[in-house]
């Protein structure tokens, strides 16, 4: 997207924009085929041969993401033609990825995997089909902005409350029900944005006010501050009682990036900041959860006797040892990365196996998918969509920046998924339902406003 | 509402460019860094990958690789006879690292020398598996086992040198281990290694070469020799001038006695000193050469020398640099601060042998690739000139006087020309330990010729009967009876 062109678009939010069903068809055709090659490319590398589940495998992820495009094409035919694509690659590389770390006898314990992502991902497209065909009008959501700011509590505190097994390393985000698992902070990412819309649309001119300008800054007033504290000293609940940094920093990151869209305030952002580096800081000194992480972020290459590096220094390993292009497909060791390898850290087995050209590549992915829906924003035509546009967007890119960047070392590591990508039920059904309400935004924003002629072409 | 989405747009933009960034950085500038990190377990799976290359004793492998399939490595190191060529070999263990040969030639073993280059290019195109090359030693499978046999039951060590090429010949130190016994990860091989590093024995210390003794009076012979070079003593079957007991220079009445009782030595010619091995003799004559030409005396043999590779590293023997006339005397007959390995005395008994002249010994005689094109081939070098021709020709005959008449008649091999010194050298505070056993020798017989030296730490034997006569020259007489075929 060019400057010129995104400027275009905001300044004439009414400017029909091409259908582009076929584009996305097009796409979608690649986003299966690239998983299915590289599917067999693992088969090869690890057995020797086409792996026997590729036909089943190809049909199956090509026939959910034909389904979910019949879906866009009737009940959104004017969304955006690159989201639906990018999410299916993604999560057709991630089923690779998990597959090909079920196959490595290497990592103690392995539970095989992809099988029940594929279910997991299946589920996740059918709520995709459900939000297309059901929610016949997102603006609709705002009658639920109490109701959903109630619920995204509640899962939030609900893990604290849950008791904590041995695996979880201390962070409290699993509610664990017998057999499997849920995250509820995955949620949470689309609860609090239709929360926070709503909520801010009727607010947003009262905490707009400016009591007076200090150093070329407005101010706001000292009694509109009720919001951001309280919403500042819940995320620090978070931290304290589930040790959740992850979703404490998702959860501050995503209120505070809404409120400066919806009051146009610079000043809400230095609030925010300030208030977020206090908190942590905080935090930091009192919480040994959280120092530990700090600790561990800071010497990623200290060993503790015995027993070698710890989890970020191995996924550091994976990540050097794939260099420009990477191993190849099924060649690597990031098994070493052990526990957690096909969840929080499976970017060091993509980072390992196709190299920093893939890790590139993936990263590309997730900021042109947040592009795209904050380009979505941009378009949409009234505030609680744009605000919920862009509150869903930064999420996106927020957990992206935390799981990536944890897993790197850039910032200390929190227990985040990687969207689309990594092992896990909870998150993949809710980025699917993240696209679904996206594209949902994005069609009515792209459709041609009322009385506007149609463009050649355009179906009627 | 725009502006701000825009500058939130730009924001996302900059969060994904900041990890790109780092992907870069880790995966770019610090990736060599990672991939060398001790804790990087890739390296060592990479390197059991495939088999590495054979260490190879008188045309045989002495090293094989097992094809295990472990959880992580498919491959594992074992060793033919590990015990016996632990000392040449040393280990390569998945858990523990190497060391010696299978250490220093790991580039060639794991096929990942530069020379290589060209041939791991063209089996990676043809997709042939990557295969190590081979490294083959100098070691002489019969005498290694002479010397291995005769170690038994005993703590020490024995070198055999060729003398005309410094080619080692057997290396052998006892009690030793078997590397395979810590080839693996698995707990089993743990608990050996554990084992062995704690051992009081220390199975895993190479004797050979990583050992310093006392050498007692078999370092007499250098100081013989500087006695001739600086013609202290011209005739060797000429009376010296030496008291018994001697007073050690600048003490106060500290006497230098002999081990053997008043036998003769006063007076004794060199030739009849170094039979008896006179300590009156040879500490007068050190003083009277003094430190600093004693001390080039011993350099010259090779003491002092810490940069010693075989190619495997020698620990460096040592001479004090700096001392008085007392110490000299001491020094000068193998007590004191003079250490020596067994290799070190194996090349004094080799100079000798070869005329004056110090071959460089070495272990390695050929690296080869894995299709058995040879890479290199190593060519005897001279080390030193230790002595002259003339000089050495004096030492040989007082050599075989030794084992013809004086303390050295165990190493008599009937129809071979064969010269030696004892040595019995003190051990421990006052001498309270069993003291070292010593012989060191050579042999020449039909255009073969063969340098052993023999260091017998510690043995049952009670402690009237230890002396290199009884303990260490029987070894080294098999080592040499193995090599000449006698």
């Known amino acids: 997207m060019t400057a010129v062109e995104s400027r275009a678009v905001a300044w004439a939010p009414q400017g029909p924009a091409p259908v582009r069903r076929n584009t996305e068809l097009s796409l979608l055709v690649f986003a299966a085929l690239v998983p299915v090659l590289a599917y067999a490319e693992t088969g090869l590398a690890l057995d020797g041969r086409l792996p026997a589940g590729m036909l089943g495998y190809g049909l199956g992820l090509g026939s959910f993401v034909l389904l979910a495009h019949l879906c866009v094409r009737r009940f959104a035919p004017h969304a955006d033609p690159l989201m639906l694509p990018i999410a299916a690659l993604l999560n057709g590389l991630g089923l690779v990825f998990i597959w090909r770390l079920d196959k490595a006898r290497e990592l103690h314990p392995n539970y095989p995997a992809a099988q029940n992502q594929l279910l997991w991902s299946g589920l996740g497209i059918a709520l995709f089909i459900v939000v297309m065909a059901r929610l016949k009008d997102y603006r609709r959501l705002q009658r639920y902005t109490y109701l959903s700011g109630f619920a995204a509590l509640l899962l939030l505190a609900a893990p604290a409350f849950f008791p904590v097994r041995a695996g979880d390393f201390g962070a409290r985000i699993w509610i664990h029900l017998d057999g499997f698992s849920i995250q509820p902070g995955e949620f949470v990412k689309i609860l609090l944005p239709v929360f926070f819309s709503g909520f801010l649309m009727v607010k947003r001119d009262a905490l707009a006010l400016a009591s007076r300008r200090f150093l070329g800054l407005y101010l706001p007033r000292g009694r509109d501050l009720g919001p951001i504290v309280v919403v500042w000293a819940l995320s620090l609940l978070i931290l304290v009682f589930e040790t959740d940094l992850g979703t404490s920093v998702l959860f501050f990151g995503i209120f505070v990036v809404m409120l400066y869209v919806a009051t146009e305030r610079t000043s809400w952002v230095l609030f925010g900041v300030l208030m977020a580096g206090l908190g942590f800081w905080a935090v930091a000194h009192t919480e040994g959860h959280v120092r530990g992480r700090i600790d561990e972020w800071l010497h990623p290459l200290a060993a503790a006797p015995g027993a070698g590096v710890g989890q970020i220094g191995q996924a550091l390993f994976a990540l050097g040892s794939g260099g420009a292009l990477g191993t190849g497909l099924g060649q690597g060791h990031s098994w070493l990365i052990g526990f957690a390898a096909k969840s929080d850290f499976i970017l060091g087995t993509i980072g390992e196996e196709i190299g920093v050209t893939g890790v590139i590549a993936v990263l590309l992915l997730y900021g042109l998918l947040a592009e795209r829906g904050l380009r979505t924003a941009l378009a949409a035509r009234d505030p609680f969509g744009k605000l919920l546009a862009v509150g869903l967007s930064a999420a996106f890119a927020l957990q992206v920046f935390i799981v990536v960047g944890g897993v790197t070392g850039l910032i200390p590591l929190t227990g985040m998924t990687l969207p689309f990508v990594a092992q896990g039920g909870s998150s993949v059904i809710t980025n699917w339902a993240l696209v679904a309400v996206l594209l949902k935004i994005s069609d009515l924003a792209r459709r041609p406003a009322p009385g506007e002629p149609l463009q050649p072409g355009t179906p009627p | ?486």
């Open chain 2, 1 to 486: 509402m725009n502006k701000p989405i825009r500058r939130v747009s730009v924001f996302c933009m900059l969060l994904v460019l900041a990890l790109m960034i780092r992907a870069n950085w880790v995966q770019g500038l610090d990736a060599s860094a990672l991939n060398a990190n001790v804790h990087n377990k890739r390296t060592v799976i990479e390197a059991y990958s495939y088999p590495r290359g054979d260490i190879i004793v008188g045309g045989t492998s002495v090293t094989k690789d097992l094809l295990v399939n472990g959880n992580y490595y498919k491959y594992r190191r074992a060793y033919v006879n590990g015990p016996m060529y632990a000392p040449i070999t040393g280990y390569s263990s998945q858990a523990f690292g190497s060391n010696l040969l299978e250490n220093v030639e790991d580039p060639i073993l794991s096929g990942n020398d530069p020379r290589l280059f060209f041939r791991n290019a063209l089996d990676t195109l043809t997709g042939k598996q990557k295969q190590g090359g081979d490294v083959v030693t100098t070691i002489d499978p019969k005498v290694q086992q002479a010397g291995w046999d005769g170690l038994q039951g005993k703590k020490g060590a024995a070198v055999a040198l060729d003398p005309s090429t410094g080619a080692i010949l057997g290396l052998v130190s006892f009690p030793s281990y078997d590397p395979s016994s810590i080839a693996g990860v698995t707990s089993d091989f743990a608990s050996n290694w554990k084992k062995l590093t704690a051992d009081p024995d220390q199975p895993m210390l190479n004797r050979a070469l990583r050992a310093t003794y006392p050498p007692g009076s078999t370092f007499k012979l250098v100081t013989a020799a500087a006695a001739l070079e600086t013609g202290k003593v011209t005739d060797i079957d000429a009376s010296t001038d030496s008291p018994d007991p001697y007073i050690l220079p600048g003490t106060n009445n500290q006497k230098l006695v002999n081990e053997a009782g008043d036998t003769g030595c006063l007076n004794a010619s060199l030739n009849a000193a170094l039979a008896m091995s006179c300590n009156t003799v040879f500490g007068k004559l050190g003083a009277e050469i003094g430190q600093q030409r004693m001390l080039q005396e011993a350099q010259k043999f090779g003491f002092n020398n810490s940069s010693m590779t075989i190619p495997v590293g020698v620990t460096a023997s040592n001479f004090d640099t700096t001392m008085g006339p007392a110490q000299t005397a001491q020094s000068s007959i193998g007590q004191f601060d003079t250490r020596a390995t067994p290799l070190q005395m194996a090349m004094v008994a080799a100079a000798i042998c070869n005329n004056g002249t110090l071959m460089k010994p070495y272990l390695v005689s050929e690296e080869r690739s894995a299709s058995n094109s040879v890479i290199s081939q190593t060519s005897p070098t001279q080390l030193s000139q230790a002595t002259t021709p003339d000089v050495a020709a004096k030492l040989q005959t007082m050599m075989v006087n030794v084992v013809k008449n004086g303390t050295g008649t165990t190493a008599q091999i009937p129809g071979v020309e064969v010269g030696g010194k004892t040595g019995t050298a003190q051990h421990g505070v006052n001498n309270d330990q069993n003291p070292y056993a010593w012989f060191v020798s050579w042999a020449k017989f039909g255009g073969k010729q063969i340098a052993v030296a023999v260091v017998v730490e510690d043995s049952d034997t009670a402690r009237g009967d230890i002396s290199g006569m009884h303990l260490a020259a029987p070894i080294a007489k098999s080592m040499m009876q193995a090599y000449l075929g006698k």
